[in-house]
């Protein structure tokens, strides 16, 4: 499973949904109800699970799905 399969699969059990209901192009606050308590704690779940740490101005820029997932795959970089 590549990495991106393994974010959508860990943001979709997060969130209690299946990965066939999450659009990379979802809006985290507007189509998915995420404000900024739900937010960060899925921030924390995606860190503890992919061994990540972000930092808050990579956190202030998250709109869309695709950003959370470019940022985690970025952090596995480094």
Do not use: C
Request: charged share 35%; proline share 1%.
């Amino acid at each position: 499973m590549t990495t991106e399969k393994q974010i959508i699969q860990a943001i979709a059990e997060h969130l209690g949904v299946s990965v066939e209901d999450l659009d990379r192009h979802a809006l985290l606050r507007e189509e998915l109800d995420l404000g900024p308590i739900e937010l960060n704690d899925l921030l924390v779940d995606l860190s503890q699970k992919f061994d990540v740490s972000f930092d808050s101005s990579d956190i202030e820029g998250l709109r869309k799905i695709d950003d959370l997932i470019v940022l985690i795959e970025d952090n596995l970089l480094d």
